[in-house]
């Protein structure tokens, strides 16, 4: 069996692949942040959901990093963790 880590640098090897999954880094963390503050939270999807006034499966589909939350749903959530959002622009690194 594979492990995960062999399993992605494998896949990251085709520049096809890598450039993929590049692009969608911005996705990849703002999902990371969001299962963050669930965490400190210590809520589920579930009880986010209920909070923010939606389904289980739209808050796991957030945190799957599929798809780019608008900002109000940021700020729900966030609502909904007890936190607050922030957005920051840095400098891009060429």
Known sequence: MTDLS???ARLL???DTRAEYQAQAPEFAIARELIAARARAGLTQGEIA???HTTQ???ARL???RTMPSMRTLSRYAE???SRAVIKLEEAIA
């Open 13 to 15: 090897g085709d520049p």
């Open 50 to 52: 209920e909070r923010m």
């Open 57 to 59: 499966s739209t808050i």
């Open 63 to 65: 945190e799957s990093g």
């Open 80 to 82: 909904a963790t007890g």
């Open 6 to 8: 062999k399993l992605k």
